[in-house]
């Protein structure tokens, strides 16, 4: 009975590298939200996808960050080029619909060093 | 102004008291009410779930909302030291979705 599922569970890049976050939603979810958690802050909506498809990225940086849920595989939160200021906890969470419970996983904790 | 407030804390209470912990929020076209709980090192998980204005009890937590006041709280009765987390507020932006806006949390801790 797996929950969402994300790896790294920790991750340390030095500035200018790349950093990508892996997420397998439950079982029969196919919609997919991915949340940052910076310190001091409360968590912020970055993106919600569905399967192949973004539909709402509204809350992603317009530069460096990326993500993707594609047919086969878990959705993907990619950083290129990462600076200190993106070091914080990114969170995915999923739902089997567009609306409802949402469930997240434990976290990526990222560090830039 | 954030679009929703938060009490920090932290909360300090002994085993067995009563805890309320609140939110005030900005936008009144917010229907949907949320309070999810965070373990150090966790994700969160939905606690309550609250649709418009009134009470909700589930066990020993009880959801309320004050849409005049744009004012909601979560009360714990008998609180123990597995309740110690953070409690963090969330409401949809935009109707019934999960695009949410969380407040920053309040920490909690139960002492025994």
């Known amino acids: 009975n797996a929950g969402v599922m994300q790896n790294p569970r920790h991750l340390v890049r030095r500035r200018g590298q790349e950093a990508r976050l892996r997420c397998s939603p439950m079982k029969g979810h196919s919609h997919v939200y991915w949340y940052r958690q910076l310190p001091e802050e409360g968590l912020k909506f970055m993106v919600y996808?569905?399967?192949?498809?973004?539909?709402?990225e509204s809350g992603m940086p317009k530069e460096r960050f990326s993500a993707e849920f594609p047919k086969e595989g878990p959705s993907i939160l990619r950083i290129q080029q990462v600076v200190r200021g993106d070091s914080a906890a990114y969170f995915c969470a999923s739902s089997p619909e567009g609306t409802g419970p949402l469930h997240f996983g434990n976290g990526t904790r990222l560090t830039v060093t | 102004q954030k679009e929703v407030e938060q009490d920090p804390g932290p909360l300090s209470v002994p085993e067995g008291a009563i805890v309320s912990l609140n939110c005030t929020y900005s936008?009144?076209?917010?229907?949907?009410f949320m309070w999810y709980r965070q373990y150090s090192r966790k994700g969160p998980e939905l606690l309550m779930y609250t649709y418009s204005s009134g009470n909700k009890e589930d066990g020993r937590f009880t959801a309320q909302v004050d849409k005049s006041s744009k004012y909601i709280s979560l009360f714990i009765r008998d609180s123990q030291p597995s309740d110690s987390a953070t409690y963090l507020c969330?409401?949809?932006?935009?109707?019934?979705?999960?695009?949410?806006?969380f407040g920053t949390g309040t920490l909690l801790a139960v002492q025994p």
């Open positions: 969330a409401m949809p932006k935009g109707g019934a979705t999960n695009k949410l806006i």
């Open positions: 996808l569905q399967k192949e498809n973004i539909i709402d």
């Open positions: 936008n009144s076209a917010f229907q949907y």
